[in-house]
């Protein structure tokens, strides 16, 4: 069993709300509090990326300052690298890398060089051990022809390619990145996303916690994402297992030569359906419909107890005389799973 590089054990955190003075003076003592986190649970095996999701409010920040040592929960417990983060501090820092996407903590008029040198000296590293290690740093960036350039003229790739360089200074074992592409082009963000990818994780080995508001850059580069909301887990795994769980409902996508409204009303009503919405109207060979005219009518069909809904539909289609032309099971999107298990735990906290 791979071991655990993240290990958070019904973690909670409780805080008092912020108050204005006056507000404060009437009630010093029955102040309100927020639960930011609520028994937290989950695991990250080492060596993998880990895409932390969740709207905002929800704790990601709470949580990942927790991580790196820099607030205490209320109550449970967490460890990093093995390590408890609460009576470890020291020892955790070594083993961890921080990555936030913010330029203000760089030095603008000093080169990139001089800024690792900076931060190496923060981080108790030799002069010697630090001028090796910086120099290999910007070859792993990618960026040895511009060590020696100012952090000003660098795009927005590039700082937070420096940025990920000084989160690497003490060679972590474990990187936590704090929306990583927050305010880049979506070149640059490429180009980031494939570095996290391709070279910490695949070729360094790292254990990358990442959290994200973009739900396209988790799916494509995580192994594994937990998805948080009012302060607590709502599922955690590959995006496979988390899917999975959510097989009461099967998405499907049936083509059909023709699709009249009555027809999708009919479906939708049907036993089993949970949805069923028009995906593509273009009917085939229509004037001008260009490459949606080849798929015919779309409906995405959303189904309980696939194995009798879907037989049942097919044979509704075609006593109301539509050609089924293709019936497909399709696999949901990270999105569509974020969205699915948001809407429902909504649902679950506010039953009217």
């Known amino acids: 069993m791979t071991p655990a590089a993240i290990e958070v054990d019904r973690l909670s955190m ?13 009630h010093p003592i029955h102040r309100e509090h927020v639960q930011a986190l609520d028994g937290v649970d989950f695991h990250v095996p080492a060596g993998v990326l880990f895409g932390f999701l969740g709207p905002n409010g929800a704790g990601k920040t709470t949580l990942i300052k927790i991580l790196t040592t820099l607030i205490l929960p209320t109550s449970g417990a967490a460890r990093v690298a093995g390590l408890d983060v609460v009576r470890d501090v020291v020892k955790v820092k070594q083993r ?22 900076f931060f190496s000296v923060l981080q108790g590293m030799s002069a010697d051990a630090a001028a090796r290690r910086i120099e290999a740093l910007f070859d792993v960036i990618g960026m040895a ?18 940025a990920i360089a000084r989160g690497l200074l003490a060679d972590p074992e474990v990187l936590f ?11 640059s963000a490429a ?29 494509e580069i995580s192994d594994r994402v937990g998805i948080i909301n009012k302060g607590r ?22 083509r059909l030569s023709e699709a ?22 273009a009917p085939q060979g229509a004037p001008g419909a260009g490459d949606a005219a080849m798929a015919g009518f779309v409906i995405e069909l959303t189904v309980a107890d ?47």
Not at 177 to 187: N, Q, V
């Open 145 to 162: 022809d511009k060590a020696d350039t100012r952090f000003s003229e660098y795009s927005s790739g590039m700082k937070q390619k420096l």
């Open 96 to 117: 961890i890398g921080v990555v936030m996407s913010d330029e203000r903590s760089f030095y603008w008029r000093l080169t990139g060089r001089q800024n690792l040198q």
């Open 14 to 26: 409780r805080y008092p709300k912020q108050t204005g003075f006056f507000e404060f003076a009437r």
């Open 191 to 219: 180009q980031v996303r494939g570095f996290i990818r391709e070279r910490l994780v695949e070729g360094l080995g790292k254990t990358v916690f990442l959290t994200t508001h973009n739900l396209y850059e988790a799916e």
């Open 260 to 281: 009249p409204p009555a027809l999708i009303a009919e479906i939708a009503a049907a036993p089993g359906v949970a949805s069923a919405a028009l995906a593509v109207a």
């Open 306 to 352: 696939p194995d009798a809904s879907v037989p049942r539909i097919v044979a509704l289609c075609v006593a109301r005389g539509a050609a089924v032309l293709e019936c497909a099971r399709r696999e949901s999107s990270l999105s569509e799973i974020f969205s699915e298990i948001i809407t429902e735990d909504a649902r679950h906290a506010d039953p009217a």
């Open 233 to 254: 887990i709502l599922a955690a795994g590959t995006i496979a297992e988390i899917s999975a769980r959510l097989r009461s409902r099967e998405r499907f996508r049936l």
């Open 177 to 187: 990145f704090d929306e990583p592409t927050r305010s880049l082009d979506p070149i």
